[in-house]
Nanobody, 115 residues
């Protein structure tokens, strides 16, 4: 299982970013995929989960209405479009899934929201 996130960076408050997570080593279309984030000094928190066929997505209350998760099963990729970014969205963002008896993580991508 390999998960590689990309798309992070520095953005001003109110701006947007789109994160990508390229997956390999498993049958991507069979699994729910999640985005998590971890801010400095805080625990890792769940941001969004998208089911295997993309038909249902659950979001944390803190990002609802601003973030949109999506996936392209033909490309083995999951996305997180983040709009109206706030300084409190600053964190390392990870994609993740559970398979083979455990949760797998990518290396993460840093998102910094600052003026």
């Amino acid at each position: 299982v390999q998960l590689v996130e990309s798309g992070g960076g520095l953005v001003q408050p109110g701006g947007f970013l789109r994160l990508s997570c390229a997956a390999s080593g498993f049958n991507f279309g069979w699994y729910d995929m999640s985005w998590y984030r971890q801010a400095p000094g805080k625990e890792r928190e769940l941001v969004a989960t998208i089911v295997s066929d993309g038909a249902r997505i659950n979001y944390a209350d803190s990002v609802k209405g601003r973030f949109t998760a999506s996936r392209d099963n033909a490309k083995n990729t999951v996305y997180l479009l983040m709009n109206s970014l706030k300084p409190e969205d600053t964190a390392v963002y990870y994609c993740s899934l559970i398979t083979l008896g455990r949760r797998h993580w990518g290396q993460g991508t840093q998102v910094t929201v600052s003026s």
